[in-house]
């Protein structure tokens, strides 16, 4: 990964973390479950992610916002088949993406 990449990854994931929390705090000002909220949200974003794409370059974003998705489900696989402590994957980012 280059150092602009890295960078990019870590403004990507500070701007999640904080958005998170926002998100978080009005599921709990509305008294509607945190988790199924989150969800909720990420969806409707991902969408118009993908609605704000050129044509041609719809395809390489849904690949990456599908990636992204895939490495939820294979990171807790791994964690489910060989527990370890989450600072073992701390250093592990996700592919950027070339939109």
Known sequence: MTEDEQRASDFIAACAKEVSAY???YADEAGLDRSSFLVSVAAVLASSALAAQPEDQ?????RHIQNALGLIHCLRDE????????AANAGFTAPQPSL
């Open 23 to 25: 998100i978080l705090r």
């Open 58 to 62: 719809l395809g390489a974003a849904s």
């Open 79 to 86: 964690e489910a088949d060989n527990p370890m402590p989450a």
